[in-house]
């Protein structure tokens, strides 16, 4: 079988997850070396879900189904200040750590490719790191009148004009009072004083609250997803 695919190692997750992990791409121009997927621990593949050739050829490679995921896109025409919005500082960071470890109970960090704690300590990193401006620029809270954390917001440039939220919840006792909406709208107005005219998100296709929070704040579904691995 010839396969029109290259293999990258994914060194931030090998350094973090302690596994031997890469990704496949579709590369018209390169043929895959078969034995090199069984170099790695984990191979991972992003399939679009329309590009079923792609979907039959990595299931003839034994590669398993992990998860669907759904892109959306907000157009950023609004943006006011929310009260009870405060951007994260460092002594934030423990609770974050705690609210984000228990926040993702969808994850295609999990078993058998990973091990049981490895999503919840890899969101709490993502969260803290957040806050330090690395890998996402900056994380805003959400806080009642009595300064109690009740959700966060992740948030990164890409480009000269776009961004995407990295991660976003609500704390479970906070949940159903319209907290998750005011992150939402939190993350427009970040972007428009940013200006920045896009804002992406991406989440679960399992994940049926979030997808209804993006859609009723006026996200469009842009492209849906397969994570398959090997
Ligand atoms: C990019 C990513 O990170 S994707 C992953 C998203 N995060 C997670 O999955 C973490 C776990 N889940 C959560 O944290 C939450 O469920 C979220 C973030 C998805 C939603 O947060 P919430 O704060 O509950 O959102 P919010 O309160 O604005 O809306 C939730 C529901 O409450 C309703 N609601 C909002 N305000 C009120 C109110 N005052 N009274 C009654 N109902 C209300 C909304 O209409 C909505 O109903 P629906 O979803 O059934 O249509
Ligand atoms: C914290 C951090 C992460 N990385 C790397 C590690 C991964 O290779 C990517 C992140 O991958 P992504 O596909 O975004 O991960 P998830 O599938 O967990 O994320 C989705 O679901 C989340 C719940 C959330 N909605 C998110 O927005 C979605 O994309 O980044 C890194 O290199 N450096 C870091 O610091």
Known sequence: MRVHASIK?????????QRNSAQLTWDASATLDLAQLDVFDVVQAKVDSQ??????????????LVEGEADLLLAVTV????????IARPEHIPALRTAAG????????RAPWYQPHDSARFYAQWIENAVRGTFDNQC???HDEQGKLQGFVS???LGVDEARIGLLATLPTAQGQGVG??????????????RRNKLRVATQLSNLAAMRLYLRC????ESTAYWLYR
Do not use: H, K, P
């Not at 590009?51 to 398993?64: A, C, M, V, W």
């Not at 943006?79 to 405060?86: A, L, N, P, T």
């Open 181 to 194: 909406t005011r992150l939402m709208l939190a993350a427009l107005d970040w972007c428009r004083a940013r």
């Open 155 to 157: 948030l990164r440039e």
């Open 218 to 221: 006026g996200a469009t579904l």
């Open 79 to 86: 943006g006011e200040r929310q009260s009870g919005i405060r």
């Open 140 to 142: 805003l809270i959400a």
């Open 102 to 109: 228990a926040a993702f109970a969808y994850s295609r960090f």
């Open 51 to 64: 590009q079923t050739t792609q979907l039959d050829t990595l299931q003839q490679l034994g590669f398993r």
């Open 9 to 17: 190692t994914l060194d931030w997750e090998n350094a973090f997850f």
